[in-house]
């Protein structure tokens, strides 16, 4: 039997959390609107969970579409957005059909999220836009000691892209479900190898230290 998606145990806890870490989360909304911008038609929102930014999606003019592997998660996610239970690395969407795709705070809890850019390229249409946010490569992960946040020492375990459950926050989402660090050089390469072409870059700080990376990147047309 396989075993359910990570989040299944905890999709009531992390509807919770997302509401307590409030002040980063609005930082990963100001990215996600700032990157995806206005538009219309649909936003496939990639690893959806919740659906916690269904509503910055839907405020931009898209309509927004969710995808995720666990039904906890999509139990809070119905009431905001539609919904299916898929695999970001299988969708069941036909090739060059969406113009937008959001994948938000999402990369470090897929072990091949390369994967998950290749059906992000596969999905959209010429010319459409992907946008990814999440925690930033270079000082977020097990290899970063962000226990005094003024001075955050990185590891050696920058190089280690294995599942860990060494957290950063003891309190945190990692701690729960763990998670796969991924690298700025992989990401970024993975992003190019999927045919998308980036065209912008952003990353915030609570303090100088940046804690938010994201991305806009457009698929190339041929
Ligand atoms: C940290 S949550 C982020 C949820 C949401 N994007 C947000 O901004 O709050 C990561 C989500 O990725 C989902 N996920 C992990 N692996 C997945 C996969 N292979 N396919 C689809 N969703 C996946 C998890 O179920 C979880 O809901």
Known sequence: MTAPPAYDAHADWYEEYTKVASSYMDRVR?????????????????????????GTIR??????????????????????????????????????SVPAVACVLAHTDLPDYAAV???????????????????????????ADRSDADLITINT??????????????????????AWHVP??????AVVDAGLRIDRVAESSP??????FALRAVKVTS
């Open 59 to 96: 405020e931009l003019g898209w309509t927004p579409v969710g995808a995720d592997l666990s039904r906890g998660q999509l139990r809070w996610a119905r009431s905001r957005l539609p919904v299916a239970a898929a695999d970001a690395t299988r969708l069941p969407i036909r090739d060059a």
């Open 184 to 189: 700025l050089a992989d990401l970024l390469n």
């Open 117 to 143: 850019l290749r059906e992000a390229g596969r999905v959209l249409a010429p010319g459409g836009r992907l946008v990814h946010v999440g925690v930033h490569p270079c000082f977020v992960g097990a290899f």
């Open 207 to 212: 303090n100088g230290i940046a804690d938010v």
């Open 30 to 54: 100001v990215h996600l609107a700032e990157l995806l911008g206005p538009g219309a038609g649909r936003c496939l929102d990639l690893c959806c969970g919740g659906g916690a930014q269904a």
């Open 157 to 178: 375990r920058y190089a280690d892209t294995a599942r860990t459950f060494d957290a950063w926050a003891p309190h945190g989402v990692r701690a729960r479900v763990g």
